[in-house]
């Protein structure tokens, strides 16, 4: 079985620059996540697809950050302008399903690391 | 809000020794508990989990959990530890409502030496 891919793995820009990472999840897998990790930190969630729907983005930035997912397989994430507080690795994950009682575990991707000067 | 704690930046064991990454918990309703592994330039792999029933865990690679209600624990062990075990550790929780989000704590690195 394939896992979640994610391209590239590595960018560096300068600030106030646009960037676009995407992500092709797990094949039948509904749910796609996007996180941020920070150096030092875990891992924090920016957005929660089901489908092609958000669920949750209450921690996406969105006078810079937007994600879509249009036809409920592949994602893309893009941040415009960058600042130097976003480098981070952005990390997509995906799931079976969400939205039960039931826990379908998250596969993530090897991630992107973003470097911002 | 839920929150994970992992007091320790880093844990160092010898090679052959039993080991254990600490982690508490805050969250309303019932835990789903989660530790995930994480090896340089990798992304995340999963352990093990705690959803319901037996408070001890045994997972992937030899590494087993301990449920504590009581303590709010998830604490990481493994019997015998291996260098191959160096990697960074997270701990994870969420509810066990539909649509709740995993939140992690910061991570603990591992370090085995031989």
């Known amino acids: 079985e394939a896992g979640v891919a994610q391209s590239p793995r590595y960018k560096i820009i300068e600030k106030r620059q646009s960037v676009a990472f995407w992500c092709n999840p797990i094949?039948?897998?509904?749910?796609l996540y996007w996180y941020q990790q920070i150096l030092g930190q875990g891992p924090k969630l920016l957005i929660q697809?089901?489908?092609?729907?958000?669920?949750?983005d209450s921690q996406l930035p969105k006078d810079r950050f937007s994600a879509e997912r249009l036809k409920g397989v592949d994602s893309t994430l893009k941040i415009q302008p960058a600042k130097l507080e976003d480098s981070a690795v952005y990390l997509c994950?995906?799931?079976?399903?969400?939205?039960?009682?039931?826990?379908?575990?998250?596969?993530f991707g090897p991630g992107t690391r973003l470097t911002v000067l | 809000a839920q929150s994970v704690a992992q007091p320790e930046d880093q844990v160092n064991v010898a090679e052959g020794n039993p080991l254990t990454v600490k982690c508490t918990y805050s969250?309303?309703?019932?835990?789903?508990l989660f530790w995930y592994v994480q090896y340089p330039n990798r992304g995340l792999q999963f352990l093990l989990k705690?959803?319901?029933?037996?408070?001890l865990v045994k997972g992937s690679y030899g590494f087993e959990a301990e449920f504590n209600k009581s303590q709010t624990s998830f604490h990481l062990k493994k019997p015998s530890a291996l260098v191959s075990d160096s990697a960074l550790y997270f701990c994870?929780?969420?509810?066990?409502?539909?649509?709740?989000?995993?939140?992690f704590g910061k991570g603990t690195m591992l370090l085995v030496s031989p």
């Open positions: 994950a995906s799931s079976l399903r969400a939205g039960t009682s039931s826990y379908n575990e998250q596969f």
């Open positions: 094949s039948g897998h509904a749910t």
């Open positions: 697809f089901q489908n092609n729907g958000v669920v949750d």
């Open positions: 969250v309303s309703g019932n835990p789903y």
């Open positions: 705690y959803i319901t029933g037996d408070n």
């Open positions: 994870a929780v969420r509810d066990d409502s539909g649509y709740s989000t995993l939140t």
